[in-house]
T-cell receptor, first 114, second 114 residues
Framework: NAGVTQTPKFRVLKTGQSMTLLCAQD?????MYWYRQDPGMGLRLIHY???????AKGEVPDGYNVSRLKKQNFLLGLESAAPSQTSVYFC?????????????FGPGTRLTVT | AQSVSQHNHHVILSEAASLELGCNYS??????LFWYVQYPGQHLQLLLK??????LVKGIKGFEAEFIKSKFSFNLRKPSVQWSDTAEYFC????????????FGDGTTLTVKP
């Protein structure tokens, strides 16, 4: 199993450009999440999905959109990138809402917006 | 709402020293608690978790944590650290009404000097 994979690993964007980050998991997990990690701020939840075709806002959703058309994929879109979106983005997945389930993380995407 | 506080932002130890990283959470219901570790340049991975039963849980690489419900704490410990333990450590909590979403602390960077 590859686990959770993310593409691309690195990206540099100019302000105003758009891009999509792809997350894929092969563990048949129901739940998927997108986080951003910034120095000294831990992980902040952007959006999440509790199943195919459903998405919900997390803690910091502004400026981002997501889609979960297939159970194994969770896409994160930036329609008009801003320097404040420079960050490392992590995707994660978990079996479901059971309290006992931990999250499995991807390797991250380092995004720089100039 | 659930929240997590990690008291130490940066800890520096010499090899063989003992480690204790503090984690306190705020939530009124049943919780699951996690410690994740992020080695330099890598993604987050689960170190250990508590969901029920014995409040002293053991994880990988000799780490353990104790859930003290009365103190809302879940401190991470290791009796003797190694240089390879240099990493960032995140405490996370999932409450029983939060649909599987975890809230992460800001992280503690541990540097172990050889």
């Amino acid at each position: 199993n590859a686990g959770v994979t993310q593409t691309p690993k690195f990206r540099v964007l100019k302000t105003g450009q758009s891009m999509t980050l792809l997350c894929a998991q092969d563990m048949n997990h129901e739940y998927m999440y997108w986080y951003r990690q910034d120095p000294g701020m831990g992980l902040r939840l952007i959006h999440y999905s509790v199943g195919e075709g459903t998405t919900a806002k997390g803690e910091v959703p502004d400026g981002y959109n997501v889609s979960r058309l297939k159970k194994q994929n969770f896409l994160l879109g930036l329609e008009s990138a801003a320097p404040s979106q420079t960050s490392v983005y992590f995707c994660a997945s978990s079996y479901g809402a059971s309290l006992a389930t931990e999250q499995y993380f991807g390797p991250g995407t380092r995004l720089t917006v100039t | 709402a659930q929240s997590v506080s990690q008291h130490n932002h940066h800890v520096i130890l010499s090899e063989a020293a003992s480690l204790e990283l503090g984690c306190n959470y705020s939530y009124g219901g049943t919780v699951n608690l996690f410690w994740y570790v992020q080695y330099p340049g890598q993604h987050l991975q689960l170190l250990l978790k508590y969901f029920s039963g014995d409040p002293l849980v053991k994880g990988i690489k000799g780490f353990e944590a104790e859930f003290i419900k009365s103190k809302f704490s879940f401190n991470l410990r290791k009796p003797s650290v190694q240089w390879s333990d240099t990493a960032e450590y995140f405490c996370a909590v999932t409450g029983d009404t939060n649909a599987g979403k975890s809230t992460f602390g800001d992280g503690t960077t541990l540097t172990v000097k050889p």
